[in-house]
């Protein structure tokens, strides 16, 4: 993955992803993804900026499915974003906008979704939480952790540089969660780095791969999840996002592909890796894992609210996946 200083409709100056997600440089993707390029703000990947927005908006929401107080200004301290929307009243077409309304509220929902997964997690008794390809997420300042936990984010170093920096200009949150961050590649050693920060694999971990297997290689997937088992202990917990395969023409040439293109110069299906999937769940089970794989849908049905089922949908081959060892 590369970025560029682009001038599109996004707006002059907010990095712009070019690449294919399938060189050496194509990290994490929609929520993570980073150029590895000096650490300046326009090393944080447009992508994980749409989600901030994203959840900026979703936080001034009435019916709010998650609240966000952070994500705004990471979007405002990016840069050459001023024209993206932060709250409901700037998206026009309210949530039959494709981009900030449908593809903004799924990104919302997933937020909403994981949060309660994580909550549960450290409420059950699972005191350190790993965010692997953390990104902008600021769940260690913004959840109501059980006393005690640690909350770990491994990124690449540009992405938390730019984020140390948004937040160290904010006023600290007391009763936050201790937050330990990790400079690290997750498709090479991660997991050293996370031993020497203190991660004990003997006590009981809540790992969560947010918007980051969909952008790489099958086998930085199952490498990661062969890291992960070995260092989860009876009790852990993982939640992470997949997409079944590839979708048809008609599909990715629906609204929120074509428009995340065309209004933000972010093409998501140049991001995605193409390369066949592993079947992950399956592998987690046969390890002595307890899998369970949900649509977005299901999700939004319970809730009451969030992205329902559409013809040639872009959420439609997406799937949660939820495992506990």
């Not at 994490?28 to 993804?33: D, L």
């Not at 629906?254 to 995340?260: D, G, I, N």
Request: aromatic residues 6%; hydrophobic residues 40%.
């Amino acid at each position: 993955m590369s970025d560029t200083t682009g001038a599109g409709p996004g707006g002059a100056g907010c990095p712009v992803e070019t690449g294919t997600g399938r060189g050496a440089s194509a990290a994490a993707g929609a929520e993570t993804g980073v150029a590895v390029r000096g650490g300046a703000e326009t090393g944080v990947a447009r992508t994980a900026l749409l989600v901030a927005a994203a959840r900026a908006i979703e936080t001034h929401r009435p019916d709010a499915l998650a609240r966000d107080p952070y994500a705004e200004h990471f979007v405002r301290a990016a840069g050459g974003c001023a024209d993206w929307p932060l709250h409901p009243d700037d998206v026009p077409g309210g949530e039959a906008d494709p981009l900030w309304g449908r593809l903004g509220r799924y990104f919302a929902l997933r937020t909403r979704v994981l949060d309660d997964h994580l909550g549960h997690a450290a409420h059950s008794g699972e005191r350190q939480v790993v965010l692997l390809g953390a990104g902008l997420d600021t769940r260690a300042l913004r959840l109501p952790w059980p006393e005690g936990t640690v909350v770990y984010e491994i990124d690449q170093a540009p992405v938390l540089a730019f984020k140390q920096r948004v937040l160290d200009a904010l006023p600290p949150v007391p009763g936050a969660a201790e937050r330990r961050v990790l400079a690290a590649d997750v498709r090479e050693d991660w997991a050293g780095p996370l031993k020497e920060a203190g991660f004990d694999p003997s006590q009981r971990t809540a790992w969560l791969a947010e918007g980051l297997f969909l952008y790489l290689p099958a086998a930085a997937e199952a490498q990661i999840l062969t890291d992960l088992h070995t260092y989860s202990t009876a009790g852990s917990s993982l939640a992470y996002e997949i997409k079944l395969g590839l979708e048809s023409a008609a599909v990715r040439d629906s609204p929120v592909y074509t428009q995340a293109r065309d209004r933000l110069g972010i093409d998501l299906l140049g991001l995605f890796d193409t390369s066949p999937r592993p079947d992950s769940a399956a592998t987690l089970a046969q390890r002595g894992w307890r899998t369970e794989t949900r649509t977005p849908f299901d999700h939004s049905r319970a809730l009451g609210r969030g992205p329902l089922p559409e013809p040639n949908d872009a959420l439609a081959a997406n799937r949660w996946v939820f495992a506990l060892r």
